[in-house]
């Protein structure tokens, strides 16, 4: 199969190019579209062949639930058994945007999206191209971020096309991604709500809205083989160059010397800070900067794409900086730094 790569300029000049992802959605196809936070590989939510065609395309495990997006908060009724008030607070206050609420499904929402459960999760992204896109289709789309399983997010469409050229019809080439990481989860269906997945909508924004909220203790550990989670997304080695990635916590000066002591005999490259860069620079050793250090959200705005820069130049051993917990973006970032690592963390 060869993929269309769609270069889009605006809505009115590409509306040809929307209708025809639009048709090809309505007949059974998948095709790859920007979003807020990273590309989504989308199909009908409501049909059970098209959704196995996702699973097909990125080899992902058949028991990892989808998102399914929509346009209009009126639709979120229509798929689930209830809307509860707190899911009305979060919309009011954070949709369109990079939030996905986890609610009890109904009927029209076929197991295939849910990978069984009774549950769905659903999001209202903010980008246009996206929006777009849904509404040509004319039903909400089930969409998991458009990389192979267990590669990182997506964050531009030449990340999309490196995995998944031959193995989709369409990609629809939106630019960067703003926000860099996947949305923040939160699960609306317990006694309190509780994050899953910690995202560009914060924990203290949450909180700000809705009280008192649990925070799923696997956002910042290791996964047990065989343990219970509450999503299956976080089993999954996820976001992960080939080569080992560790974290090293501890001063600039401390970090370098321990990069230098642990590189001999291997080829050993960084991921590090925009501040840091230059102290590797008559180190032989290579770095790729994320970001600031007193910037998160540029440190979610790169570090997908960092990674695969790293993995490109296929490094034995990714020493990797994180930044400090704080009330922002922070969390995020550790979160999915911390699972490219396996938690894998040395002080210095
Ligand atoms: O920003 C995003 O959310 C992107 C864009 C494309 O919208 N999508 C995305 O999808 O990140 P994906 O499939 O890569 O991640 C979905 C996560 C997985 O960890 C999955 O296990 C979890 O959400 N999930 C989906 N449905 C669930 C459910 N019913 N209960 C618990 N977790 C669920
Ligand atoms: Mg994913």
Redesign the pocket.
């Known amino acids: 199969m060869t993929t269309q790569l769609i270069k889009v300029r605006g809505i009115m000049e590409n509306f040809d190019d929307f209708v025809r992802a639009g048709n090809l959605l309505k007949n059974g196809e998948v095709v790859a579209i920007p ?1 807020e ?4 590989l989308a199909a009908s939510a409501f049909s059970p062949d098209a959704v196995g065609k996702i699973f097909k395309a990125k080899g992902r495990p058949q028991d ?4 399914v ?1 929509i346009s209009d908060f009126d639709d979120l009724a229509k798929i689930t058994e209830e809307v509860p008030e707190s899911a009305v607070k979060l919309a009011e206050n954070f949709w369109p945007g ?1 939030l ?1 609420m ?1 609610l009890k499904k109904n009927e029209k929402i076929p197991l295939e999206v ?1 990978a069984g ?1 009774s ?3 659903v ?1 209202f ?1 903010s980008h246009k191209y996206a929006r777009a896109v849904i509404e040509a289709a004319g039903v909400p789309l089930a ?4 990389n192979l399983s267990g590669k990182p ?1 997506p964050t531009s469409a030449q990340h999309v096309m490196r995995d998944l050229a031959g193995k989709i019809p369409m990609i629809i080439d939106g630019g960067e991604c703003e926000v860099g990481l ?2 923040t ?1 939160i ?1 609306l269906t317990g006694e309190k709500p509780m994050l ?2 910690p ?1 560009a909508v914060t924990l203290s924004e949450l909180c700000r809205v809705l009280g008192d909220i649990l925070v799923n203790p696997k956002i910042s550990e290791e996964v047990d083989d065989g343990e219970m989670v ?5 089993k999954y080695k996820h976001y992960s160059p080939e080569a080992p990635v560790v974290i090293i916590d501890g001063e600039a000066d401390a970090f370098v010397r321990y990069v230098m002591a642990n590189s001999e005999g291997k080829k050993a490259a960084v991921l590090c800070f925009d501040e840091e860069k230059e102290l590797f620079s008559d180190t032989g050793i290579s770095a790729v900067s994320y970001g600031s250090k007193s910037n998160p959200e540029t440190l979610a705005h790169g570090l997908f794409s960092a990674l695969r820069t790293l993995d490109e130049m296929s490094p034995d051993i990714i020493y990797a900086r994180e930044p400090e917990l704080s009330d922002g973006m922070e969390l995020a970032v550790v979160n999915r730094l911390g699972r490219a690592a396996a938690f894998n963390r040395i002080s210095v």
Do not use: C, K
């Not at 969409?143 to 458009?146: D, E, I, Q």
């Open positions: 979003t936070t990273v590309y989504g990892n639930p989808l998102i997006h990079p996905t986890i849910t459960l549950t769905v999760a999001r992204p969409a998991p971020s458009a997010s996947e949305s989860v699960d899953l997945r995202g509450a999503s299956p997304g976080m």
